[in-house]
């Protein structure tokens, strides 16, 4: 079956660093997103990986270690507006659709 | 460059009446999703497209949903009759052909429904 695990809730203060992990367990592979999520809007794209390795693209990075079915989407210098909910999503075959986690809100205080 | 459009943003209507939600999807885009999202199941795919084909409607709950696409700029979901359990935000997506190195999707804002 196709499977996706990512933590519900986490916390965090402005100005730190957070590590949201997914792991994922599907009949294929073809690469893996990230979503952010506002509350009330939709979500959207923030990357992408179907090799190996780290992706970094300003404040935030993704890893992926296809062998061990895990990634984590890494976020630094933490603001108010980085709380959302971000979805860990997987293709597991091209021309398919996406397969979605069920997300992990994050809340940041100050 | 307009992203996903879909209407309306919010619909109530009571149990047994007919929805119909609408979407446009990204100009040039190839696929369309219609998804559904909870807050006990998360983000539930329901059917996708292909140059306005449907390839996998597997996630269509039951007889009572339907969706359409009959050009490449339009498509309708339709439920028939509502029920309650049928609450819930759906959201339109699109993107670039599946068979490119990064299927990307862009999500319209979704249609907030309750059904009474």
């Known amino acids: 079956g196709q499977n996706i695990d990512q933590p519900t809730e986490m916390t965090a203060t402005e100005g730190a660093i957070v590590q949201i992990n997914c792991t994922y367990q599907?009949?294929?592979?073809?690469?893996l997103f990230w979503y952010q999520q506002h509350a009330g809007e939709a979500p959207t794209f923030l990357s992408y990986?179907?090799?190996?390795g780290l992706e970094e693209k300003g404040r935030f990075s993704s890893f992926l270690s296809r062998s061990k079915g895990y990634s984590y989407l890494l976020l630094k210098e933490l603001q108010m507006k980085d709380s959302a909910s971000y979805l860990c999503?997987?293709?597991?075959?091209?021309?398919?659709?996406?397969?979605f986690g069920k997300g992990t809100t994050l809340s940041v205080s100050s | 460059d307009a992203g996903v459009i879909q209407s309306p943003r919010h619909e109530v209507t009571e149990m047994g009446q007919e929805v119909t939600l609408r979407c446009k999807p990204i100009?040039?885009?190839?696929?369309l999703f219609w998804y559904r999202q909870t807050m006990m199941r998360g983000l539930e795919l329901l059917i996708y497209?292909?140059?306005?084909?449907?390839?996998?409607d597997s996630g269509m709950p039951e007889d009572r949903f339907s969706a359409k696409m009959p050009n490449a700029s339009f498509s309708t979901l339709k439920i028939q009759p509502s029920e309650p359990r049928d609450s819930a935000v759906y959201f339109c997506?699109?993107?670039?052909?599946?068979?490119?190195?990064?299927?990307?999707?862009?999500f319209g804002p979704g249609t907030r429904l309750l059904v009474l």
């Open positions: 997506a699109s993107s670039l052909p599946l068979d490119s190195p990064q299927e990307t999707q862009y």
């Open positions: 990986n179907v090799l190996d």
């Open positions: 999503a997987v293709s597991n075959q091209a021309g398919t659709a996406l397969i």
């Open positions: 599907t009949s294929g592979f073809n690469g």
């Open positions: 497209f292909n140059n306005n084909v449907p390839i996998d």
């Open positions: 100009s040039g885009h190839n696929s």
